[in-house]
């Protein structure tokens, strides 16, 4: 069955169909990783975006929902050079092509992504429709350009009531704003106790879960759509030790007076070189994110750059001048991508326990995983 893509620009790709029949409409972005499309597509950072895989072939080893990075995919289209559609591959439980259809998300096949690729490198990623229906162009045209991108990816990805994952470790409490797995599966790894909390929870909340540090998650779309969470984390800076991660990363930066732009055609793969300013050492990193930190906007607040990115030279690391907290635009916790940074998980628990030695320390309390009322409930352990 017939596929078809159409740009904002005009440009029309025609394709095979696999996954849904559907309609979606989203921002075409693309991602440069050679492995990894089942962590991309269950990564709550790509909410409502049209997803482009530049390596050729993809779907041959399956889906495993061990590799997930999230409960559900929210990206809104997947395509491709040439889908397999037989896995060769032990772990593999089922398809990629009855994972989207499961979540009613269309694929392409078979079109040049290459010079898609190309496309949105040198105008920038822009909106586009894909779908299996018969249409003629100048309806899906006009349904493209009535159709606004998306501002509400967080409140959509973001837990809808606390839960936590207990340990004996620091307390992190995780504000997700549509956080992969990979960074809960750090913090537990390391014996934390961490408690997940919505990304609307306020400070005050917070506060009365007693965290030894704070967590926050990469998430979709544009900061500024979440003003209520820049407010939180200026509310808790310098309360608590903070580690952003992304859409973290940019939320602080916010929150301490920087400004957030964004990229032409972003950041998405899992070979980005970073370079750490303090000691010149590169880091291979796996990246996703559209958005950044404004290099001149850091001037005149208490940040400083700690790390860039050795292709564009965008910031890819900050941290406070006065206060713990430190931020990073890429993912420590990989998934997909190299392990190389998981270290900065490291870094934020030593941070806390510095941070400990100097401020009295608050009452534990056990936290149940319910909310009565939207009102969060505790328990004495
Ligand atoms: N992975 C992320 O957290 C992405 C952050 C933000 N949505 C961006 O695109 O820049």
Redesign the pocket.
């Known amino acids: 069955m017939e596929a078809r893509l159409l740009l904002e620009d005009g440009t029309l790709f025609t394709g095979l169909s696999f996954g849904a029949e559907a309609e979606t409409i989203g921002e075409v972005v693309f991602n440069t990783g050679i492995t990894g499309y089942q962590e991309v597509i269950s ?1 709550p ?2 909410c409502g975006q049209i997803v482009t895989m530049t390596y050729p072939l993809v779907g041959n080893y399956g889906i495993a929902r061990d590799d997930f990075e999230s409960i559900r995919p929210f990206i809104h289209g997947f395509v491709v050079r040439r889908h397999e559609p037989v896995p060769s591959n032990w772990r593999a439980q089922y398809t990629l092509d009855r994972l989207l259809k499961e979540y009613g998300i269309p694929g392409i096949s078979d079109i040049d992504t290459r010079m898609l690729t190309r496309k949105l490198r040198h105008y920038g990623t822009m909106k586009g429709v894909l779908t299996t229906g018969k249409e003629r162009i100048e309806e899906l045209r006009e349904r493209l350009a009535l159709t606004p991108m998306m501002r509400d ?1 967080v409140a959509r990805t973001s837990t809808k009531q606390l839960f936590s994952s207990p340990g004996e470790g620091e307390r992190i409490v995780l504000m997700d ?2 956080a ?1 797995s990979g960074i809960l599966r750090e913090l537990t790894k390391r014996g934390c106790d961490v408690v997940v909390v919505p990304h609307d929870t306020t400070a005050d909340e917070i506060r009365r879960l007693a965290p030894d540090g704070i967590q926050l ?7 500024k759509d979440v003003p209520h969470a820049v407010k939180t984390i200026s509310e808790l800076l310098g309360e608590y030790p903070i580690f952003g ?6 939320l602080f930066a916010l929150a301490c007076g920087a400004d ?1 732009t ?2 032409k055609f ?1 950041h998405r793969g899992g070979n980005h070189p970073v370079k750490e300013l303090e000691t010149g050492r590169c880091y291979i990193t796996s ?6 930190v404004l290099e001149d906007s850091v001037n005149g607040t208490d940040l400083v750059v700690t790390h860039i990115n050795n292709n564009d030279k965008t910031i890819e690391g900050l941290k406070h001048k006065r206060y713990p907290a430190f931020t990073v ?1 890429y ?1 420590p916790e990989a998934a997909p991508g190299p392990y190389d940074s998981g270290y900065l998980f490291d870094q934020f628990l030593d941070m806390i326990r510095e941070h400990k030695k100097s401020n009295p320390q608050r009452p534990r309390q056990a936290v149940l995983a319910e909310t009565l009322k939207g009102e969060l409930q505790y328990a004495q352990k």
């Open positions: 990564d950072s790509y990816q704003f549509g992969k998650s990469n998430g979709p779309g544009d900061p991660i992304c859409l973290g990363h940019q957030t964004k990229l972003g990246q996703n994110h559209g958005y950044t635009q993912h």
